[in-house]
């Protein structure tokens, strides 16, 4: 079962969010300045090109006319799951927060949170490794008031339950996971049975919210708006799409799991939602959804 995060598709997802960022402050839709501080040298300067607003829009033309979408879901879906963070910190008080595969976004530290919440990072050891020293090489911008707890985890070889402290578990905590781009890569059956069964032992109200993929992409991708270029581009960098989930199978999914649906939102629900009228022009991925889910009693 692969669930480390892509290398290359975290490097990709860093730079949208660094081009989002470079956007006028009243036009963008979220603020990553940590972004740019994990793209390599052939993608830096189309960042600090990003900064000069005429190119900002030019490459945000150019990256919707090779990769239809990306740029205006990734923005969206981002700032959906922040808005999704902060409301419910409010609303259900979470003093936890777990993010499994979170790659190159710094979401405890770029959100700048009142409250003091403890944030549990799991990821690949190497991949993990890597973003911890390069936070640390630029330890001046992260404020020092994020709680950030980092498990190194190898999915293909360890349980959660044996890597994951207990800890993590106690009656004290109000727990949100975010699964953020990470299921679409995952191989059924497996993968749900393993990380869906982790979720459920947390205590009813644990909250999660996680992207995952409309099944009938991976059947037939010919029926999304440049769904068949991402598949090639996909493949000539051996990284594939390989779990997805019917969205009118999507309560009973989670039911299985001792879970509830609270929210389910396909991509042009969310761009409508921050976007507004631009979003009426807005096409491609249509097929990535957000959903958000609360564990019930057994």
Request: aromatic share 12%; glycine share 6%.
């Amino acid at each position: 079962m692969n669930l480390v995060p892509a290398g290359k598709a975290a490097t990709y997802l860093a730079l949208l969010r660094a081009i989002e960022s470079n956007r006028p402050e009243s036009k963008r839709l979220i603020y990553d300045p940590f972004a740019k501080l994990f793209l390599p040298s052939s993608l830096r300067l189309v960042e600090k090109l990003s900064r000069i607003s005429f190119l900002n829009r030019f490459i945000a033309w150019f990256i919707d006319r090779n990769w239809r979408g990306a740029l205006t879901c990734c923005s969206a879906r981002t700032r959906l799951v922040d808005v999704m963070l902060e409301n419910t910190i409010h609303d259900e008080g979470i003093n936890q927060v777990i993010i499994f595969g979170a790659g190159y976004d710094s979401r405890a530290l770029r959100l700048k949170l009142k409250k003091r919440i403890q944030f549990v990072e799991i990821d690949h050891a190497g991949f993990q490794a890597q973003k911890r020293d390069i936070l640390e090489h630029n330890r001046r911008m992260n404020g020092g008031e994020a709680v950030i707890n980092y498990v190194p985890v190898d999915f293909n070889t360890q349980e959660l339950d044996h890597v994951i402290p207990q800890i993590f578990q106690q009656g004290h905590y109000k727990t949100m996971f975010i699964w953020e781009g990470v299921t679409k890569n995952l191989t059924a059956p497996v993968a749900p049975a393993m990380v869906f069964d982790y979720f459920k032992r947390f205590r009813p109200g644990t909250i999660i919210v996680f992207a995952y993929i409309d099944k009938e992409m991976l059947d037939k991708p010919e029926k999304f708006t440049g769904a068949t270029s991402i598949t090639r581009l996909l493949r000539r960098n051996n990284e594939f799409w390989n779990f997805g989930i019917h969205p009118a199978n999507i309560k009973e999914f989670l039911a299985s799991y001792n879970m509830e649906l609270m929210h389910d939102l396909d991509t042009p629900s969310f761009r409508r939602m921050y976007y507004g009228d631009e979003a009426v022009h807005m096409k491609g991925y249509e097929f990535y959804r957000v959903a958000m889910a609360r564990v019930t009693v057994p």
